[in-house]
C-alpha cells in the first residue's frame, strides 16, 4: 500500500507567490518523521525539512515550514515568496517507527510534485 | 567536508551486461542507504548498511542485485546481469548514527548514477 501520497503531479506559481504542495502518509507507528526533499533538474536530493511526529509545532526553515496536521495525517510543505531558483520536484518523505539500534531506517517516498515558478 | 560521491553519473549498457555503481558517502558515516527512481515512479528503498553489515535489504528487487560495503567504508551496487527494467537513478545516501532519542537525522544523498539498460 502507498505510505506517502502526493497528489499533485505538477503545478505553475508565479514569483513571489506562495505555494503549498500537498503529502498525506499511512502509517500506524506512533513515532515516525516526516522530511521534505527538493530536486533540482541537475538531480541532486536536497534535504529542505523535518517534522517529527511528536513536534508540537509546525517546522520552519526559512521560507518553507511545514504544516503538520496529525489527525489528517497530511504534511504539507509551503515555500513561501517563491523565487525562480524554486522550480524543481518536490518529495515528500516519511521515516516510520521508533530507534530501536544506534541505526536509522529507511525514507519511503511520494512521486513527487514538479514545480515551476514563472516570472 | 565532501558530500556523498556517486560513480559513474552515467552508464548506458546493453541488456544481458553487468554494471557496478558505487557510493562514498560522507566520511564516518556508518548508515548507507541505495534507493533508485525507475521512470516515473516514486523513489525506492533498496537497502541500509550500518558500517558493514546489511541492517535492511528488504527492497532488493531480485538476486541479480547485489550490494558490498567492505571495510564500512564505500558501496558497490553490481546487477548482474542487467535487464531493462532496471533503467533508471540509483541514488545513494548517508546519514551518522544517532542518538537513542528521536531525532531527524537526515540523510545526506549523492547525485545519482543514471542507468540505462537497451
Known amino acids: 500500500a502507498q505510505k506517502i501520497t502526493q497528489t499533485q503531479p505538477g503545478m505553475f506559481v508565479q514569483e513571489k507567490e506562495a505555494v503549498t504542495l500537498d503529502c498525506t502518509y499511512d502509517?500506524?507507528?506512533?513515532?515516525?518523521?516526516l522530511f521534505w526533499y527538493k530536486q533540482p533538474s541537475s538531480g541532486e536530493m536536497i534535504f529542505l525539512i523535518y517534522?517529527?511526529?511528536?513536534?508540537?509545532q509546525n517546522a520552519t526553515e526559512g521560507r518553507y515550514s511545514l504544516n503538520f496536521q496529525k489527525a489528517r495525517k497530511s504534511a504539507n510543505l509551503v515555500i513561501s515568496a517563491s523565487q525562480l531558483g524554486d522550480s524543481a520536484m518536490y518529495f515528500c518523505a516519511m521515516r516510520e517507527g521508533i530507534m530501536t539500534t544506534d541505526s536509522w531506517g529507511k525514507l519511503q517516498f511520494g512521486a513527487g510534485t514538479q514545480v515551476v515558478v514563472t516570472p | 567536508e565532501a558530500g556523498v560521491t556517486q560513480f559513474p553519473s552515467h552508464s548506458v549498457i546493453e541488456k544481458g551486461q553487468t554494471v557496478t555503481l558505487r557510493c562514498d558517502p560522507i566520511s564516518g558515516h556508518d548508515n548507507l542507504y541505495w534507493y533508485r527512481r525507475v521512470m516515473g515512479k516514486e523513489i525506492k528503498f533498496l537497502l541500509h548498511?550500518?558500517?558493514?553489515?546489511?541492517?535492511?535489504e528488504s527492497g532488493m528487487p531480485n538476486n541479480r542485485f547485489l550490494a558490498e560495503r567492505t571495510g564500512g567504508t564505500y558501496s558497490t551496487l553490481k546487477v548482474q546481469p542487467a535487464e531493462l527494467e532496471d533503467s533508471g537513478v540509483y541514488f545513494c545516501a548517508s546519514s551518522h548514527i544517532g542518538l537513542r532519542k528521536i531525532s531527524y537525522n537526515e540523510q545526506f544523498f549523492g547525485p545519482g548514477t543514471r542507468l540505462t539498460v537497451l
Open positions: 517534522q517529527g511526529s511528536y513536534d508540537e
Open positions: 548498511f550500518v558500517k558493514e553489515s546489511k541492517q535492511d
Open positions: 502509517t500506524s507507528d506512533q513515532s515516525y518523521g
